[in-house]
């Protein structure tokens, strides 16, 4: 399902936060991409997007990386996490995959695993097959 509505939309990297503003001029698409769980709560200038994974799967995903990429217990990573800002290569994001893949007892399709990039796409995807698995 997608809902159009005016705005136009900036956003400003940080290290793992994403700021985003909004000034109402253009129209915009915003999309769910058939997720169920994506949700947008816009209260005067902010306007904030909840993960459609659950917390306990990021979590789970948060710790698989730090193991996979030698990390160490104070590092930081969230769901806005970039494996590329933790020092992952090609061959560490295989290896995260194949981690995440024993630990929640699925099978990732290669053309979607080569997309993920980030903890929270990791752990949308994980719970997309689980649900399917269902």
Do not use: W, Y
Not at 76 to 91: C, I, P, R
Not at 92 to 103: A, K, P, S, W
């Amino acid at each position: 399902m997608a809902t159009t509505f005016s705005a136009s939309v900036s956003m400003q990297a940080t290290s793992l936060v994403t700021t985003t503003r909004i000034s109402f001029q253009k129209p915009v698409l915003v999309s769910n991409h058939g997720r169920t769980n994506l949700s947008f709560n816009l209260s005067r200038t902010r306007l904030s997007i909840s993960c459609a994974a659950k917390q306990e799967t990021v979590e789970k995903v948060s710790e698989i990386v730090k193991k996979q990429l030698s990390l160490k217990d104070d590092q930081q990573v969230v769901a806005e996490t970039k494996f590329v800002d933790l020092g992952a290569d090609s061959l560490d994001t295989v290896e995260i995959v194949m981690g995440l893949e024993e630990e929640f007892g699925i099978q990732m399709a290669e053309e979607k695993a080569q997309k993920i990039a980030t903890v929270e796409q990791a752990a949308e995807l994980i719970e997309e097959l689980m649900q399917a698995k269902k």
